[in-house]
C-alpha cells in the first residue's frame, strides 16, 4: 500500500461535484432546471474521466491511499485498490446513464431539480463508500448512502405506499447500522486503528481472529443481510417503486450492493471468521432460493425486478459465505448493469409481450431428453473446469460454485431438447449454453486476477460449512429439477397453493405492514402531513 | 342469522341477477395495453345525462367530472369565458332565471374549492375504517388487485399460480383462502366466513347481499360503488365481456368478478373485530336507501357544471366564428387535383393534410375512419393469433395473413421467427428461472453495460420492435399482406372477390368518393414510434384498434388496385379510371413522416408524379414538425427536425408526442369547408357530402361509428384530465407494467385506465383542455334528425350534453345547434360575431 495523497486526492473532485449539483439544486428545485441538468451531466462525465484516472493511477502505483491525516488511526481516508476502482467505475458508468435518463424521464415534473439535486448527493455517497480507507469513512458514508436514499425513497411525500416502504427501511437500516457501529468499534478497539489495511495487515497475519474481531465479523455480516433487504426483511425493497424508476435502477444497481461490497472489502475479516460464513450461507441461501421463486410468480415487472434483486444479493451474499469472492464481485457488477437496464427498460414489457403471440413448441416430457440435458450440462462443466484447471478434490468452494453453473445450464438445453420444436434450436441452445459456460469461466478468471490483491486465499471450508454447502446445493438442484419437469406434470391444487405462498413472499411483508401500520388511517394522515 | 328485521324487503334471486346485470352495464370496457384504445370512461352512463352522471359518480366513486372551480374563474379573469357564454350556461337552468351573471360569480367565488363533506356511499370496508381507524379499503383493492394480476397476466410472471384454467370466482375463491394476510390483518373470521359461501358464484353472491342484509333500494348504488372501487379491473373484465360480445365468446366475466367482490365484502362484514359494527352497517344501508333515491345535484357540483357549460359555450363560440369568418369567402378547390390523399380522421391528420395541401394545390386531402372500411384480422408472419384491425365498436370481418411474396422468402421468415421464439423460450427459463437466474446473471449480465449505452444514445431500442422481432431486418422490409383465400390452422383467410367488390365499395361510399378519381389516391394509415412506452399503443390509430394502420392502408390499396375489383365497381356504377393508382402509405404522427408501402409495386408510368408526391410529402412533414415544435419542444433553437426524430428513439421520453391532446371538435363536411383554417391539430375532419348520399345511409354510418369514436377518444382526454385519480393513469414516472395489461401507479392499487398525467400536462399548463366535442355536421336537419331517431345511443349521447352537436349550411356557416330531443335553434347573432366584424 503506497500513500499517495496528492495523487488520490483528484478522485474526490467527482463526488464533489455530485455534492455542488445538490446543492445547486436548492436555488432550482422546480420544473426545468436547466442549469442543475447541465452540472450533473458535467458531474457525470468528469465523473467517468476521473474514473480512468483512477484506474490507471492503480495500475502503474497499485493499491494506493490517501486523504487527511489520520488521528488516533481514524481520518478521512480514500482507499484506491482493484476492489474500490471496479466499484467506483462501476458507480460511474451507472451514474452517466442513470443522470441522463431522469432529464427527460422527469421532465415536466414540479419538482425535477430537487429530484436531480437528491440523485447527485446519494450517487456522492456511494461513492465515498466505496472509496473509503478506514473505519470512520466507512461508517459514515454507509449510514450517509441509507439517509440519502430514505431522501428519494419519499420524493413523492403524499404516496401512502411510499411513506411505509420509507418507515420499513429506515427500521432495517438503523439496525444495521448499530451492527456496523459495534462491529467497528470492536475491531477499533482490538487493532487500536481505523485503518483497512492495518487491519488486514493484522488479520493475515494472526492465524485465528481474536474473540472481538470474531463478534465483530458477525456483525458486519449482520449489517451486510440488513443492508441488502434480506429474507425476513426485504419488504421495503419490493415496494419502492413508489418512487420514479432512476430511482430503482440506482438503488438495485448501487446501493444495494453495498452489502456484498462491504463482505468482499471485509473478506479477509469474514473468510478467518467461524460464523460469519455460516450465516451468511443460511441467510444468503433460504433469500436466493425464496426470492427467484417469489420473482417468478410475480405479475408486475417492477415488483418482479425487486424480488429478483433480494434473490441475487442473497446469493452474491452466499457465494461470499461460501468464500468465492471474485465470483461474488463478477456477479455483482454484472447484475448492477442487468439490473439498471431492467429497470430503465422496464416500460418495454408490453413490447415483449405484443412479440410472443407465436406458436410455441410442445414439451413432450420424455424422461431420458430431461436426464441427458442434465448430463450435458454437466458435461460442459467438467470440460471447461479441466480445461481451467480447477482441481476438484481441493477447490471445494468453486466446485459449488460450479455446481450452481450447472444447473443452470441444463434449464437452457432442457427446454429446447424436451420439446417438438426445430432441432436446430437445440443446437443454439447448446451452443448458449457452452458460450455462457465459458463467459462465466473466463470473467471469474479475469475477476480473480484483477482482485486477488485485495482478498485472502481460497480457504478449504470446515466440515459443518461443507455440510451446509451440500445441502443448499441440494435443495437447489431439487429447484432446478422441478422447473425442468413443471410444465410437463399436472398442476394439482398444492401447487396453486403453493403458489400464492410465494406470489406472496410467505406474507412476511404483511407482516412489517401490520407491525408499521401500514393501513392505519391516523397514522398515515399524521405521517402525510 | 336469523333475525332479519325487514325480511319483507329481501329480495329474490330474480331481480338480484337483474339488478347485478344493469350495475355491470354501467362500467365501461378498457383494453389492454397491447392495443390501448381510447374509451369513454363514462360510456355506461349514457343513457344518463352529464349532471346526472357527474351527481351519481360523485357518490359512487368520489369521481369528479369538472375542473376546480378555480379553473373556471381564472378563464373568467382571463376573458376565455365571457358573460354572454356564463348567461347562456345560466339559461339552461330553471332554479337559476333571475340569478345574474355577476351574482353567480359572487356566489361561487365565496364557495371557492372548499372541501364541503360530500355524501358517499360507503362500503363495509368504509364503514369499519371508521370504527378501527383501519383502511380496510386500500387492502381489498390491493389483495384483488394482486390476484387479478396474476389471473389474467399475458405473459409476465414464468409461473401462473392463479390457474387460469379456473373461472374467476372459482380462482379468486381458491386464492383467498390460501392467502394468509387476512389473518394476519386480524380478520380471524374471513377464512371461515369465506368458506361457508357457495362455489357458484351467483349463489355466493345471493348469499352475500343477503349476509349483507342489502334491500332492493340499496342493492344497485351499492354494487355500482363496489364495482367503481375496483373500477380498473372492473373495466378490464368489462372490456374481455365486450370482445366476447363481438366475437361470440363467453361473457359475464365481470358478472362474476362482481360476485367475488360482494363475497369480500360480506366476509369482511363478519370478520371485523368490532362488536359496533353491524350496528353501523345496518344504518348505512339506511343511507344508502337515502342517496340512492336522491336526484338533486349536489349546489356546489352543479355551480362546476355550469361553469364547465360556459367553458365549453365559450369554445363552441370560438369554433364557430373561426369557421363562420372564414367561410364568408368561398374556398374553391382545385378540381384537377394529381393526387387526391386519404388519411385518418385522426387530429394528426387535420395538421399534416393542411401542410401538405399548402405544399402543392395539386393535393386534395380526404378525411375518413383510418381503417378506411377495411376491418380485418391482421395475422403477423409466424403468428398464432391476428390483431382487429377496426374500431372496438365493430368486428373484424376477414383474416388477412402478412407474407413476403417470395415464398421462399416468406417460409424462411417464419421458420426463422419460430426458431427465434423457441431459443427465446428456452433461454427465458434459463435466464428467469428460480436458481439458474443465477447462473445466467455472472456470465450474461455484464452484456448489459454496452446495451445500455446503446439504448441510451437511441442506437437500438430497449427490446425488438414486436413488428420485426425475430425476423431478418431485410425480410420484414418485404413484408406485404396476402388476400389469397386459403386455410391456416382450420380458418379460412384472404378475401374473396365479392367480398373485396363488397367491402370497396361501402368503403369508397363511407368516404363520398364514387367519382373524380385523380391519378394518384394516397392512403396514409397512421401509426406512432416511441420506445420503452408502455401506453405506445394508445399513440397508434384507434379506428384501426390500437393499431398502426400499415395494414388496413396495405389491404385497401391492395383491393382497389385490382383490376377484378374495379370491373365489379363499375357495375355499380363507380367506375375508376385506368389510369388511377392507389398508393398505400403510412402516417407516423410522432415524427411526420410518410412513407410510401407498396413503392415496388408501383407501375413505371407513375413514377414521374410519385417522386413527385414523395417530395411534397417531405416538406409536408417538415413544416408539420416546425407547427408541433412550438408544443412539444422546450428546447428551442435547436435542429427541430432531428430533436423530433430523436424523442421517438429516446428511451426515457414520457411525451414522445402529443398524441391526440386537444382534440375537441369534429367536422363532417367536404374538405372546401374547412381547407383554408388552421384547425390547430385539434380537428377530427370526415370527408362527406350530403348530396351524394341518397338514403343518408352513410351519414347514418358516420354518425353512429366515428362520431361515436371520437366522442370516446374526447371524453378518455376529457376524464382523464378533470379526474386523473379515478379515469386517469397518474404518474408515468411510477408506472409498474402489471400482467402485460396496464399499468400500476407504483407497488400496489387498482390497474389503472385512462391516459398519463404526462400526456396532457406539459409541466407548465394543460395541452389539453377540459371541453366536451363539437360536432359539426353538414346535412339537412332532417336527416340528423332521423338518424338521431333510428338510433337511442346516438341520441342519448347529443341529448344528455356528451356531444354538442351543430349544423353546417351549403354556404360553410354553422347556423344551427342541436337542443336536444331532435329541437334545434339557430345559434344566436353574437356567437356569430365575427361576422359582423
Known sequence: MVNQTLLVVPIIISPLLFILTSILSSFWPGTRPAPVIRMGAAATKVNLVVALYGIMLVAIYGASEGGTPELGGLGLTFRLDPLSMLMYSMIALLGFIIIKFSRNYLDGDARHGVFMGRLSATIAAVQFLVLSGNLLVLFLSWVLTSLMLHRLLIFYPERRRAVVAARKKFIVARLGDLSLLVASILIYLQYSTGNLETIFKAVKESANLPIGVEIAALLLAIAALLKSAQFPTHGWLIEVMETPTPVSALLHAGLLNAGPFLMIRMAFLVSHSIAAPVLLIIMGALTALIASVSYMTQASVKTALGYSSVAHMGFMLLVCGIGVYPAAMLHLVSHSFYKAHAFLASGSTVDTIRASRIKEPRRTGNPIKIAVSIFFAFLIYFVFSAFWGIDHSRDFALLATGAIVVMGLSQIIAPALDSDGYWISVVRASLLSILVALLFFSLESVSHYLLHTQLPELIEPNTLTKLLIVSVLAVFAVTVFIQIIAPVVKHTIFWQKLGVHFRNGFYVNAFFDRLTGAFDIQYLSQKLK | MGNYINRKTMLDARSVHSIMEDTCQKIAPLWSLENFVAVNPYWGLRDKSFEEAANLLSKTGGVQMTMPVSFYLDAVRKKEISYDDLENALSGYDEFEDVSVHDFLKQVERESDANRPRRRVALVADVAAQLTAKDWSAWMIERISGWAAAYFDKGQAL?????????????????????????????????????????????????????????????????????????????????????????????????????????????????????????????????????????????LLGHRLILQQAYDNANQRQLIQQVNKANTKKYIPNREPLVQAIFCIDVRSELFRRNLEHVSSRVQTMGVAGFFGFPVEHVPIGHETGENQCPVLI?????????????????????????????????????????????????????????????????????????????????????????????????????????????????????????????????????????????????????????????????????????????????????????????????????????????????????????ELKEWLALAGRISRSERAVRLLTDTGKDIDKAILRRSKDWSQVRPEWGLAGCNTFIVAPRERTAHIDLGGKSFLHSYNWKSDEDFDVLELIMTAPMVVTSWINLQYYASLVDNKNFGSGNKTLHNVTGGIGV??????????????QSLHDGEQYQHLPHRLNVVIEAPIEAMNKVLEANGIVKNLCDHGWINLLAMNEAGQITQRYLGNLRWTSVSESEKGALVA
Not at chain 2, 407504483?746 to 385506465?753: A, F, Q, T
Request: charged share 20%; net charge negative.
Open chain 2, 744 to 757: 400500476l401507479e407504483g407497488y400496489s392499487g387498482d390497474l389503472r385506465v385512462g391516459l398519463p398525467w
Open chain 2, 395 to 611: 368486428p373484424a370481418k376477414t383474416k388477412v395473413m402478412e407474407v413476403i411474396p417470395e415464398i421462399e422468402a416468406h417460409q424462411k421468415a417464419v421458420k426463422q421467427r419460430l426458431l427465434h421464439h423457441q431459443v427465446e423460450k428456452a433461454w427465458k427459463s434459463f435466464k428467469k428461472g428460480a436458481v439458474s437466474c443465477f447462473s445466467f446473471m455472472g456470465p450474461v449480465g455484464i452484456s448489459y453495460l454496452p446495451k445500455m449505452y446503446t439504448d441510451a444514445f437511441g442506437l437500438t431500442r430497449p427490446v425488438p420492435h414486436p413488428a420485426s422481432e425475430g425476423i431478418k431486418y431485410g425480410a420484414y422490409q418485404q413484408a406485404d399482406i396476402s388476400l389469397d383465400v386459403r386455410q391456416l390452422n382450420d380458418q379460412a383467410v384472404g378475401m374473396s372477390m365479392e367480398e373485396q367488390i363488397e367491402m370497396a365499395f361501402s368503403a369508397l361510399k363511407a368516404m363520398s368518393f364514387t367519382d373524380h378519381f385523380a391519378r394518384i389516391v394516397l392512403i396514409a394509415g397512421h401509426g406512432s414510434s416511441s420506445v420503452n412506452n408502455p401506453h405506445a399503443t394508445g399513440l397508434d390509430c384507434g379506428a384501426c384498434g390500437g393499431h398502426s394502420g400499415e395494414a388496413n392502408s396495405r389491404v385497401a390499396v391492395k383491393v382497389l388496385n385490382n383490376p377484378a375489383v374495379r370491373k365489379g365497381l363499375a357495375q355499380r356504377n363507380i367506375f375508376i379510371p385506368d389510369e388511377t393508382l392507389f398508393v398505400a402509405a403510412l402516417h407516423d404522427t410522432t415524427t411526420d413522416d410518410v412513407q410510401l408501402l407498396n413503392e415496388e409495386e408501383l407501375p413505371e408510368s407513375h413514377l414521374a408524379d410519385l417522386t
Open chain 2, 159 to 299: 409461473w401462473r399460480t392463479a390457474a387460469p384454467g379456473q373461472d374467476i370466482f372459482t380462482s379468486w375463491k381458491i386464492e383467498t383462502l390460501t392467502d394468509v394476510t387476512p389473518y394476519i390483518m386480524g380478520l380471524r373470521g374471513f377464512g371461515k366466513a369465506l368458506k361457508t359461501l357457495p362455489n357458484e358464484p351467483f349463489q355466493a353472491a345471493t348469499e352475500s347481499i343477503e349476509r349483507l342484509q342489502l334491500t332492493e333500494k340499496s342493492l344497485g348504488i351499492y354494487l355500482h360503488t363496489l364495482l367503481q372501487r375496483v373500477g380498473g379491473w372492473s373495466a378490464y373484465m368489462a372490456g374481455l365481456d365486450w370482445d366476447n360480445r363481438l366475437y361470440g365468446g363467453e361473457q359475464g366475466h365481470l358478472l362474476m368478478f362482481l360476485s367475488a367482490l360482494l363475497s369480500w365484502e360480506s366476509c369482511l362484514l363478519d370478520s371485523v373485530q368490532q362488536p359496533d359494527l353491524k350496528k353501523h352497517w345496518q344504518e348505512n344501508i339506511k343511507q344508502l336507501e337515502e342517496i340512492g333515491n336522491e336526484k338533486q345535484v349536489d349546489s
